[in-house]
T-cell receptor, first 109, second 115 residues
């Protein structure tokens, strides 16, 4: 069945470091791919999405490219800030939504 | 505008009790989803409504779980004879369109603890 596998955390980075959180998926057909973020004490919110192969989603300095050949949708940011500390979830949607287990990111000053 | 709201935010139940969790989606949103999120895990799909029709309930873990959305707006997730393994955060999300590729808007969740 469809599934998402994402990099286990927790991840701790210094401010202004480069971030990559890996996400790979298994699905038949052509799913849409998402990154959701959960800030401390808040609900899940959409960070970015891509609906077809080679699309790049971007928001708040974060980017992810839908790579069908490697079935991946890795999240990247060139320079993280303390305010980016949160849990990040990769997800896919085809006939249902499937979420990864989440990756906790802590950015230290 | 108002986002998705859920109540109660926290619920403690004794094993064997019935509980009802409420979700108020964003006004006008057609689709509504329920998820269960165990500690340290991602949300797992429970069920999906399009307006008042429950189109998919394949994720409900047992027949003790029941969801309804009688008027196509507010939804209630009911858990009968709660068990300790039901302890989790229950998330509701809504979406403005019928198609599943659309962004979902999540509520803050109800944290259920079964003792």
């Amino acid at each position: 069945g469809d599934s998402v596998t994402q990099m286990e955390g927790p991840v701790t980075l210094s401010e202004e470091a480069f971030l990559t959180i890996n996400c790979t998926y298994t699905a038949t057909g052509y799913p849409s791919l998402f990154w959701y973020v959960q800030y401390p004490g808040e609900g899940l919110q959409l960070l970015l999405k891509a609906t077809k192969a080679d699309d790049k989603g971007s928001n708040k300095g974060f980017e992810a490219t839908y790579r069908k050949e490697t079935t991946s949708f890795h999240l990247e940011k060139g320079s993280v800030q303390v305010s980016d500390s949160a849990v990040y979830f990769c997800a896919l949607s085809r006939n249902q939504f499937y979420f990864g287990t989440g990756t906790s990111l802590t950015v230290i000053p | 505008g108002a986002g998705v709201s859920q109540s109660p935010r926290y619920k403690v139940a004794k094993r064997g009790q019935d509980v009802a969790l409420r979700c108020d989606p964003i006004s006008g949103h057609v689709s509504l989803f329920w998820y269960q999120q165990a500690l340290g895990q991602g949300p797992e799909f429970l069920t999906y409504f399009q307006n008042e029709a429950q189109l998919d309930k394949s994720g409900l873990p047992s027949d003790r779980f029941f969801a309804e959305r009688p008027e196509g707006s507010v939804s209630t997730l009911k858990i009968q004879r709660t068990q300790q393994e039901d302890s989790a955060v229950y998330l509701c999300a809504s979406s403005p369109k019928r198609v599943l590729i659309e962004t979902q808007y999540f509520g803050p969740g109800t944290r259920l603890l079964v003792l």
